[in-house]
């Protein structure tokens, strides 16, 4: 079967900046689709996942810095933020959120497509590695991905409820980094946190009592106070 070309969704609000640069995308032979909100890319990623979002800043109602952040937390798909040469703090904003790029109106088309073929090509070598390593091992344990276990050095599996799960899952997808109590709780539960839901810390307290991780000595998972969690055990 043949390979379809690259997936790419422009979301941008002015219709002669979205018509030019998908028009010059598709005739250098990718695949593109066209959005001028966030609802409208939601709609155009349910039918089909995207390699990369190409994604204006200055979008009327959800702006794309907080879409940048809702895609980052649901997958790893190449981001580029699109700027304003003034934007000097979104932009930064937007890599801590998770932009893999940005790039300045007015742009170089030219110089537009080697980011983007770059950035596809890393997207898809991590989909490789990632698809490889579907089994994550740390200490004594075993997290399978695909079979959504975990099994101890004894061979025994350990039950762990569906947040407990997506919560180890995100935080040794992202080991040595802290995970905010804001995304681990969208992560489990899909909805905003606010500083009296206790949720994720009673989640993390029982998947470290499952783990025999002591929270006063941990191994595993480190609390980053007044930030989130980290996972600090070295994977294999």
Not at 111 to 121: G, M, P, Q, W
């Amino acid at each position: 079967m043949r390979q379809l070309p690259p997936h790419i969704v422009i979301v941008e609000d002015d219709p002669t900046t979205r018509t030019k640069l998908a028009a010059y995308f598709k005739v250098e032979g990718y695949r593109v689709s066209t959005a001028e909100s966030g609802a409208a890319m939601r709609i155009v990623l349910a039918d089909q996942p995207a390699d990369l979002l190409m994604i204006d800043i200055n979008l009327p109602g959800e702006d794309g810095l907080r879409l940048t952040r809702e895609q980052r937390e649901r997958s790893e798909v190449g981001i580029i933020l699109v700027t304003g040469r003034t934007d000097v703090v979104d932009r930064i904003v937007g890599l801590e959120m998770g932009a893999d790029d940005y790039v300045t109106k007015p742009f170089d088309q030219r110089e537009l497509l080697a980011r983007v073929r770059n950035l596809i090509r890393r997207v898809q070598m991590s989909r490789v590695d990632f698809a490889s390593h579907r089994a994550r091992r740390f200490l004594d344990w075993t997290l399978d991905l695909t079979h959504r276990t975990l099994k101890g050095k004894d061979g025994r599996f350990v039950d762990l409820t569906r947040a407990e799960f997506a919560a180890l899952a995100l935080l040794s997808g992202h080991p040595g980094q802290v995970m905010s109590r804001e995304r681990i709780l969208r992560e489990i539960a899909h909805r905003d946190w606010d500083p009296s839901d206790r949720t994720v810390d009673v989640v993390i307290r029982r998947l470290r009592q499952k783990l025999g991780d002591d929270s006063r000595h941990p191994r595993i998972i480190v609390t980053s106070h007044g930030e989130g969690y980290l996972f600090v055990a070295t994977l294999r």
